[in-house]
């Protein structure tokens, strides 16, 4: 009660909720009155000891729901395999053994043996206990009205255990019946499945871990200032992030990231905000600027006044859109499902052959001597069953994509199980992230144009010297670039005296006898430096071709115009003209400028260009897609990419790019090459073609088999299918696509990327 009162009695508490059994507070309030700090604060005051602070509960409890059904499946998976590999060993290898085969062929009881009875014993806690769990399924897919994959698994292996049980046990009472079992069947059939399931459980379930990626962009710490009445700061306090609350004043230092959405209120600054805007250079910041958190500081000290937190915030939103957008994918209605009705057939080919035996009977020499109408109606029924069991249709997708995932990593292509590359075949449209997608992510020089008879390495050695007290990229990229004229590693650059560096407009320094001035040319003219006609000209034409246009100044004179650009990568228009004739359309969407988006788009041959995009917008732009009818898929490597890579039928994150891009997507691209978007297209379509050969091969032997299995020969021929040829059969049928998966193996490249490679 001493808790409750005090947590009521700050501002902006709207409810309280207290669990004394869970020691569990749950608490409604403004973030504008009142947050976390404030309430923790309030409640160890009243004695409650320590706090523990959960941000995203409900995402730590699908992470362990889903750790828990991998444990599960795995454990399932074992204990089969502990019990189905004697089963085989006794059915189908020790029977060949001189030695063992005699002593499993001893009877127990009349025509039973000690083999048939150790498989019975064996088989029943998989058919009954490992395996229940498809008993489930398939009830409820009946209650439903929609057999499914669980309902002809449980169905066949049913049919081939009971049958089993019945020759087994009319061979321990009778003195000349020889018993065939299928007891290996329904076992082997029960842990192939198993295993399936765990390794398309491991696929699954990645929405936890790019959120949890996500959250790691933000700062563990943050130091908050404290002022006194006057406005005057008097001390600084280092608290845990989330503690963060409305309106508190976070201090910023170099290098450091961002705690919180919020305004700079003083200092100046470049903020890394790639991650979230794609923008490849860092935005100048001063008083009055927004900052968003989880981006970086590159220089100089900020001080943030803090405007949104919590869920409210940037990346809170961003989390949240990875989050619907996961959960909004919608499962695949696999083919192998719509086949259950086969079931049927069988039931009906019992019943015909029954009927037919029980009303107008057969002529004494249709039934064999060791069986009844009864036993020849059910024979007929269990054949049709086993021959139509879904071990080929199983196997069908899962080995196509098994081995298609593994070559594709072998390529460079990872590809995140059959959900993937379903979905990658459908393709007939990709959007392109600009920045580290289409080109490289980093910028460097392209271009030097000189308007004094200069030597280029005396030019560049006065700007390094001037640009190698800046942090900032441009900057960096121009020192780079100027070691390209000196042999040795570590150059040492002449003395910079008298440096000024104004943000956002370019900096100033006495390099040996010269004054030396680098920057736009609002800098230069602030300084009263004319910047001729042929120069202004210069500028245009590079911004036209989405450079950077850095003017460079001695004594108050323009002497030179350095290009600096964040270059397309190679073969960027190949790839895409390529994708034109795959009929696949290609749009780009970045959050970069128009005149750069246009420019790049022109460059890489993309007519269909949205620029200044927000990661929602992206998102958003996606979804449009979809909705048109397309089959989308998303390339980027930028966490402001994340929400549009998991919105996307497949989203394709580049290898060099975020963890959060990485995790959000469906294919990786490890080795960071452009080309490998089509291979992950081709690939998935020669795969798919696999897969549907593999239901050719599949459905082909059970289109023949079943009709002979249900006896359409016998009243013309005699010629009847016994289970265990319908065994055999089905086992022919697995082998062939297998076999047919296993051809994927010696996938070649398009030639493009062939190209690429040599």
């Not at 120069?535 to 450079?547: D, G, R, T, V």
Request: charged fraction near 20%; include cysteine.
């Amino acid at each position: 009660m001493i808790v409750k009162s005090s947590v009521q009695a700050l501002p902006g508490v709207e409810d309280i909720k207290i669990d004394t059994e869970l020691q569990k507070i749950t608490i409604s309030y403004k973030p504008d009155q009142t947050g976390p700090r404030d309430l923790i604060e309030v409640i160890e005051s009243a004695g409650s000891g320590h706090i523990a602070v959960s941000i995203y509960p409900e995402a730590d409890g699908r992470e362990q729901h889903r750790n828990g059904e991998i444990t599960r499946y795995r454990q399932s998976f074992l204990w089969s395999l502990l019990f189905t590999i004697p089963v085989f060993l006794t059915s189908m290898v020790f029977m060949y053994i001189p030695g063992l085969k005699e002593g499993l062929d001893k009877k127990v009881v009349n025509m039973m043996s000690i083999g048939e009875l150790l498989r019975w014993i064996l088989s029943t806690p998989v058919q009954f206990v490992i395996g229940r769990k498809f008993y489930t399924g398939a009830y409820k897919a009946m209650c439903h009205g929609s057999p499914n994959m669980d309902v002809l698994i449980a169905l066949g292996t049913n049919t081939a255990y009971f049958y089993s049980v019945y020759s087994v046990l009319r061979a321990a009472t009778s003195e000349n019946y020889v018993s065939t079992d299928f007891f290996e069947t329904s076992s082997m059939l029960i842990s192939f499945i198993l295993l399936g399931k765990y390794l398309e459980i491991l696929a699954k379930g990645k929405t936890s871990e790019a959120i949890a990626k996500l959250m790691d962009l933000a700062p563990e710490t943050a130091t908050v200032l404290m002022y006194d009445k006057e406005g005057n700061v008097v001390s600084e306090k280092e608290i845990d992030s989330r503690l963060i609350q409305k309106n508190d004043v976070i201090k910023v230092i170099p290098g450091g990231k961002v705690a919180s959405d919020g305004f700079v209120i003083w200092g100046q600054s470049h903020v890394n905000e790639s991650m979230i805007t794609g923008e490849s250079r860092p935005v100048a910041k001063r008083k009055g600027d927004t900052v968003i958190g989880g981006t970086v500081n590159e220089n100089g000290v900020l001080h943030v006044r803090a405007t949104f937190v919590g869920s409210e915030s940037a990346l809170a939103q961003i989390v949240r859109l990875v989050e619907s957008a996961q959960m909004a994918k919608a499962p695949v209605q696999k083919f192998a499902d719509q086949i259950s009705k086969v079931i049927l057939l069988s039931f009906l080919t019992w019943l015909t052959w029954f009927l037919a035996g029980r009303f107008h009977g057969y002529p004494s020499s249709w039934i064999p001597s060791s069986m009844d109408s009864f036993q020849l109606a059910l024979q007929f029924g269990i054949s049709v069953m086993v021959i139509a069991c879904p071990c080929a249709l199983g196997l069908a997708t899962p080995t196509a994509v098994m081995v298609a995932t593994g070559v594709g990593a072998s390529q460079g292509v990872l590809i995140k199980g059959g959900q993937a590359l379903e979905s990658a075949q459908k393709v007939d449209c990709i959007v392109f992230d600009k920045t580290g997608t289409l080109t490289i992510g980093k910028p460097i020089v392209v271009n030097t144009r000189l308007f004094k008879n200069m030597v280029l390495r005396e030019f560049y050695d006065y700007v390094a010297a001037a640009e190698v007290n800046s942090e900032h990229p441009l900057a960096k990229a121009i020192v780079e670039h100027a070691k390209n004229f000196h042999s040795e590693e570590t150059h040492i650059w002449p003395e910079a005296r008298d440096f000024i560096s104004v943000t956002g407009h370019g900096v100033k320094a006495k390099i040996s006898d010269k004054s030396v001035i680098v920057g736009n040319k609002s800098f230069m003219l602030s300084l009263d430096i004319d910047v001729p006609v042929e120069a202004s000209e210069i500028l245009m034409e590079e911004e036209e071709k989405a450079h950077t246009g850095i003017i460079v100044a001695m004594d108050q004179e323009i002497v030179g115009i350095i290009s600096v650009s964040d270059p397309i990568k190679p073969n960027a228009h190949e790839v895409i003209s390529y994708l034109k004739s795959m009929k696949v359309e290609c749009i780009m969407v970045t959050g970069d400028n128009w005149g750069t988006a246009k420019a790049i788009g022109k460059e890489v041959g993309i007519e269909n260009i949205i620029a200044e995009a927000k990661p929602e917008q992206k998102a958003e732009k996606v979804k449009e897609l979809q909705l048109s009818g397309k089959t989308v898929a998303m390339v980027g490597d930028g966490i402001n990419d994340s929400p549009a890579l998991v919105a996307a039928n497949v989203g394709m994150a580049i290898g060099a790019g975020t963890d959060v891009a990485i995790e959000a997507a469906d294919i990786v691209l490890m080795k960071s090459n452009l080309e490998d978007v089509i291979t992950a297209i081709d690939l998935s379509r020669k795969a798919f073609f696999r897969i549907r050969m593999n239901y050719v091969w599949a459905l082909g032997y059970n289109i023949i088999g079943i009709p002979i299995a249900a006896g359409v020969l016998f009243p013309s021929t005699r010629f009847r299918l016994p289970p265990w040829v319908a065994g055999a059969a089905m086992a022919a049928s697995s082998v062939s696509v297998v076999c047919w998966s296993l051809l994927l193996r010696y996938y070649k490249r398009p030639l493009i990327t062939q190209k690429r490679q040599t």
